[in-house]
């Protein structure tokens, strides 16, 4: 697939039928899990184009707004969702990496939190309508309200998956329909 990524602060509309999947998981602490599933969707067997949405960036210079940050996040996940929703062309994947402990993290913020936010927003929004496309995976080892997500899940009856790949490819047969 030709993937054209996204990341804050980049404002972006598509307003046509342009497949899109926004990326949803943890930052702060993990490894750069998103840079490996634009890999993935890169080599999925499929000539057409697909916008994401990468919420993790580089602030060279520029220091992190975090209000910025949340309403771009809040923008890309209802876009993917609402594309589902319209024309069953977008998604979103939730890929739980598991904390690498070597990197730098905030001291007594839990791990993934916003993570959990925008799940719990897009199953309010999957709650109002079964069309819109989630993929959930949950890496081997991941610790944070994992009963939390499987719980959710099985209310959907959302397969979970152990490997990024799995994730990622489970989220572009949902939006080419190839379920």
């Not at 404002?11 to 899109?20: D, K, W």
Request: proline share 6%; charged share 30%; net charge negative.
């Amino acid at each position: 697939m030709r993937v054209i990524e996204h990341q804050p602060p980049q404002a972006v509309e598509l307003r046509g039928a342009e497949l899109s999947l926004f990326f949803a998981g943890p930052i702060q602490g993990a490894p750069d899990w998103q840079t490996e599933g634009i890999k993935i969707v890169e080599n999925f067997p499929d000539d057409q184009e697909i916008h994401i949405y990468n919420p993790r960036r580089e602030y060279l210079g520029e220091k992190f707004d975090k209000k910025k940050q949340i309403r771009w996040e809040k923008a890309g996940l209802a876009r993917s969702a609402f594309r589902a929703k319209a024309q069953k062309r977008g998604g979103i994947v939730f890929w739980l990496a598991q904390r690498d402990f070597n990197l730098p993290y905030k001291e007594g913020r839990s791990y993934a939190q916003t993570t959990r936010v925008e799940f719990g927003r897009a199953g309010g929004w999957k709650d109002s309508d079964p069309d819109v496309n989630i993929s959930l995976g949950i890496e081997p080892g991941y610790e944070g309200s994992v009963d939390y997500y499987t719980d959710t899940a099985e209310e959907f009856g959302l397969p979970i998956f152990t490997s990024l790949e799995e994730t990622c490819i489970n989220a572009l047969n949902l939006i080419l329909d190839k379920k």
